[in-house]
């Protein structure tokens, strides 16, 4: 198997798209990309909503700056290389280079996200900020990673006005 030369990371907003949404969602059973998502379930989506400890949360424009920012010092503090990063209302992408594991790479961008958004005040100190795992792929070639950054900066539909995203996406066109 080939080294991974990097990890392409999706971590979602709490509480934003639980499983049995009417739009469908991915589990470990529907994961694969071309493939359907799990099918709507009206019940599962009332269970798993009752179920929840805090308001779901979005990403204004002060937030998605948070998340962007935390993620960049995060990869800065650390040695890693961050290739691209674009939080969106629900969710962010992100393709970085990194020696720890995708795991602990995803859980230490999500924990230091939330640490930096509580210090700045933008959500409430028991308030969950990010869905319990991520979709986590890793990628080993230079056209998996040139793909990964591509569909990070250019395919995320309207520009919210991202930090940055948008100094990445400026340097990836020169």
Same mark, same amino acid.
């Given at each position: $198997? ?40 009206? *019940?599962? !989506? ?9 308001? /779901?949360?979005?990403? =204004? !424009? ?7 920012? #935390? ?26 280079? /990194? =020696? ?12 230091? @996200?939330?640490? !930096?958004?509580?210090? @700045? *005040? ?10 319990? #795992?991520? /979709? $986590? ?8 990673? @040139? /793909? ?6 250019? @395919?995320? *539909?309207? =520009?919210?006005? *991202? ?10 066109? =020169?």
């Amino acid at each position: $198997m080939a080294e991974p030369l990097a990890y392409f990371i999706t971590a979602s907003a709490y509480g934003n798209r639980l499983h049995g949404d009417e739009r469908g969602t991915v589990d470990r059973d529907h994961n694969t990309v071309g493939t359907p998502f799990r099918q709507p379930e009206p *019940g599962l !989506a009332a269970w798993e909503r009752e179920r929840m400890v805090g308001d /779901s949360v979005y990403f =204004d !424009a002060a937030r998605r700056a948070c998340v962007e920012g #935390s993620f960049l010092a995060t990869c800065m503090h650390r040695g890693w290389t961050l290739h691209a990063v674009h939080c969106r209302t629900n969710h962010t992408h992100v393709v970085l280079t /990194s =020696d720890a594991s995708i795991e602990q790479t995803a859980h230490s961008l999500k924990s230091h @996200a939330t640490r !930096a958004l509580r210090q @700045a *005040g933008l959500v409430g100190p028991r308030q969950p900020v990010w869905a319990r #795992s991520a /979709s $986590m792929k890793t990628l080993t070639s230079d056209r998996a990673v @040139a /793909s990964a950054v591509n569909y990070t900066l250019n @395919a995320q *539909g309207a =520009d919210l006005g *991202g930090t940055y995203a948008k100094r990445t996406r400026d340097l990836w066109e =020169d």
